[in-house]
């Protein structure tokens, strides 16, 4: 690229000499202690000629009005939760969830609950990521669950004591873990959210039934039209994976439908590219 009537060999950020590339996807807030508020982020482009006038420095800052952008920063929810869901599979719990960003983030505790989801309890951490602008993943596995309908919430820890419980509780039936045969075959039906969620640009759905029938999977747009059909035959009793590659598909939300003779279940994932 040209600047003003500079043009030829220039660096650009952090790129090779001479490689005519600009820098992108550079994350600016990655690991920043930056408090509420609005900034503004100016920039300007620095050259310097290694031609007789060695080392020159040529500063373009559009005639005064540099290049700028404004953003926000809101620390109201240090941790911002996208999705958290419970899958009673093989005797045991498998919780999952997923952060957009996170803020002095120390780890999560896991608490538990039988169905009137009064009286909890703690059943384990995971470590949170500190400081993240980008999305990250976590699970965790509870190995010994009652035999009941059981909700599951999350309460995030900062480094400095504070904490906060979300909204979002995940439930899991798993009175169905005594029914369970040595094979795993499910005693009821259940649709996964997929994980990752967000995802790019592959990403899996779990399903189970608990006989043989018929099973569809459609995928569908924002607006409910049909957009792929990933399952459409006869399935037996059993647990199932589906791995799903968006690659051709735009940025934006989704829906999946899991449909039986019996049953039909519909969630949301998001492609963000």
Same mark, same amino acid.
């Given at each position: 690229?040209?600047?003003?009537?500079?043009?030829?060999?220039?660096?650009?950020?952090?790129?090779?000499?001479?490689?005519?590339?600009?820098?992108?996807?550079?994350?600016?807030?990655?690991?920043?202690?930056?408090?509420?508020?609005?900034?503004?982020?100016? /920039?300007?482009?620095?050259?310097?000629?290694?031609?007789?006038?060695?080392?020159?420095?040529?500063?373009?800052?559009?005639?005064?009005?540099?290049?700028?952008?404004?953003?926000? /920063?809101?620390?109201?929810?240090?941790?911002?939760?996208?999705?958290?869901?419970?899958?009673?599979?093989?005797?045991?719990?498998?919780?999952?969830?997923?952060?957009?960003?996170?803020?002095?983030?120390?780890?999560?505790?896991?608490?538990?609950?039988?169905?009137?989801?009064?009286?909890?309890?703690?059943?384990?951490?995971?470590?949170?990521?500190?400081?993240?602008?980008?999305?990250?993943?976590?699970?965790?596995?509870?190995?010994?669950?009652?035999?009941?309908?059981?909700?599951?919430?999350?309460?995030?820890?900062?480094?400095?004591?504070?904490?906060?419980?979300?909204?979002?509780?995940?439930?899991?039936?798993?009175?169905?873990?005594?029914? /369970?045969?040595?094979?795993?075959?499910?005693?009821?039906?259940?649709?996964?959210?997929?994980?990752?969620?967000?995802?790019?640009?592959?990403?899996?759905?779990?399903?189970?039934?608990?006989?043989?029938?018929?099973?569809?999977?459609?995928?569908?747009?924002?607006?409910?039209?049909?957009?792929?059909?990933?399952?459409?035959?006869?399935?037996?009793?059993?647990?199932?994976?589906?791995?799903?590659?968006?690659?051709?598909?735009?940025?934006?939300?989704?829906?999946?439908?899991?449909?039986?003779?019996?049953? /039909?279940?519909?969630?949301?994932?998001?492609?963000?590219?």
């Amino acid at each position: 690229p040209d600047v003003g009537s500079s043009s030829g060999d220039q660096q650009w950020g952090t790129d090779a000499q001479g490689g005519n590339a600009t820098d992108d996807g550079v994350n600016i807030l990655e690991n920043s202690t930056l408090t509420t508020g609005t900034y503004t982020l100016e /920039v300007y482009a620095k050259i310097t000629t290694n031609g007789v006038d060695a080392a020159t420095e040529l500063l373009d800052n559009n005639s005064g009005n540099y290049y700028n952008a404004s953003f926000t /920063v809101n620390e109201s929810l240090p941790v911002t939760l996208t999705s958290f869901s419970a899958e009673a599979e093989n005797g045991s719990v498998l919780l999952t969830w997923q952060t957009a960003t996170e803020l002095n983030n120390y780890g999560f505790e896991i608490e538990r609950s039988l169905s009137d989801a009064t009286d909890w309890q703690k059943i384990g951490f995971v470590p949170g990521s500190g400081n993240s602008y980008s999305p990250k993943q976590y699970s965790f596995v509870d190995e010994n669950p009652p035999s009941a309908k059981i909700s599951y919430r999350l309460k995030q820890i900062d480094f400095d004591g504070q904490f906060e419980y979300y909204g979002i509780i995940a439930e899991v039936d798993a009175s169905a873990l005594t029914g /369970v045969e040595d094979k795993g075959i499910p005693v009821q039906y259940s649709l996964s959210q997929n994980y990752p969620n967000p995802f790019n640009p592959s990403t899996k759905i779990n399903y189970s039934i608990p006989g043989t029938e018929n099973v569809s999977v459609i995928l569908y747009d924002l607006v409910g039209n049909e957009i792929r059909t990933l399952v459409n035959e006869t399935k037996s009793a059993g647990n199932y994976e589906i791995e799903f590659d968006a690659s051709y598909l735009a940025s934006g939300v989704y829906y999946y439908k899991l449909k039986t003779s019996n049953f /039909v279940q519909v969630r949301k994932m998001v492609l963000i590219k």
